[in-house]
């Protein structure tokens, strides 16, 4: 599996990726628009920087530039995860996409459900919480990590086959619809969470730490 990292523009987790990077988890960096100014704060060098650069300001010096028009029917952050993808990069953790614009945050969720469904492992990292995308039939596992809440929601009609063990509320083998609130706030019990889908994908919300 190799990994992209992609940072966009809006509040940026310096300290998780730092970490990540460091430890050499990314094979490649790509800087979305002003995500290279968050990038640039650390000291860290992308690969590439992808975008139009309005919110930048200006055309950053990079490895490599992949610059676009204004007026595009794609955002920055949809051409940028398209250039990974292309580039052979199934597991894509992404930075600056989950912030105060809700019309951004939302465009963002729904590219990460498409880019899952192209086989695509999809995290996205917030502040205190991330988003994990899971396209079914596939599982994911939570270490133990002491208190928190994970939230489900499924980013289509129905998703079929929901499983969530290792919570104060279990479901099993349930179908989970987009168009309600159930799935919000299942409590960590200081064991290993699981969630699991059998078709159709969930957004899932989890804390990064206790």
């Known amino acids: ?5 992609l940072v966009g523009a ?18 490649l960096v790509i800087a979305v628009d002003a ?9 860290a060098v992308p690969d590439m920087a992808v975008g139009d650069f309005d919110s930048l300001g200006y055309v950053p010096k990079c490895r490599r530039v992949s610059r676009y028009p ?22 894509l953790v ?9 019309d951004h945050t939302l465009a963002n969720l729904q590219l990460f459900a498409k880019f899952s469904e192209r086989d695509a ?19 994911f596992e939570l270490p133990p990590l002491g208190e928190g809440t994970v939230s489900v929601f499924s980013a289509n009609d129905t998703a ?13 083998d349930e179908p989970l619809s987009n168009r309600t609130s159930r799935g919000l ?23 990064l730490s206790a």
């Open 35 to 43: 995500g290279f100014a968050h990038l640039e704060a650390i000291g």
């Open 121 to 139: 492992t999809v995290t996205a990292i917030a502040d205190t919480y991330a988003v994990r995308l899971l396209t079914g039939p596939d599982v």
């Open 185 to 207: 706030s299942n409590e960590l019990l200081d064991e290993e969470a699981t969630v699991a889908v059998e078709s159709g994908t969930l957004y899932i919300f989890y804390p």
């Open 70 to 91: 204004v007026k595009k029917d794609k955002s920055d952050m949809e051409l940028a995860m398209e250039k990974a993808v292309d580039w052979g990069h199934d597991d």
């Open 10 to 27: 809006v509040d940026f987790n310096a300290e998780d990726f730092e970490a990540r990077w460091e430890a050499g988890g990314f094979d």
């Open 160 to 172: 079929q086959g929901v499983i969530e063990r290792g919570m104060m509320y279990s479901l099993d």
């Open 94 to 102: 992404i930075y600056g996409a989950l912030g105060s614009r809700l």
């Open 1 to 5: 599996m190799a990994t992209c990292a």
